[in-house]
């Protein structure tokens, strides 16, 4: 787990790209009102306390819109703009 920490610089800002919760749009469902939908714009603040969940196949970061906290999946994120030093680390993770 020490790779986010080599490799990142907190906080930056990122929009969610991806989803893998989106059973809540499959379904018809409304997510819960801490979720950051698709195309949201937040800063990641670090890891999450909780980046190690059972069954969870990723690393989650806390991250923050306005007053409103989350944890989110790195996985699902983009850094915004493109030429923050995060951008390559974290497009690198997403991929692989």
Do not use: C
Request: charged residues 25%; negative net charge.
């Amino acid at each position: 787990m020490s790779w986010p920490h080599e490799h990142l610089t907190f906080p930056f800002d990122v929009i969610r790209q991806e989803d893998v919760d989106d059973e809540w749009y499959r379904f018809g469902g409304e997510p819960p009102p801490e979720h950051f939908a698709i195309g949201s714009q937040m800063t990641v603040l670090g890891i999450s306390g909780a980046a190690f969940e059972p069954g969870f196949h990723g690393v989650l970061v806390d991250v923050q819109q306005g007053r409103r906290r989350s944890a989110v999946p790195l996985q699902d994120l983009e850094v915004r703009p493109k030429d923050d030093p995060n951008f390559w680390p974290v497009r690198e993770f997403v991929v692989w």
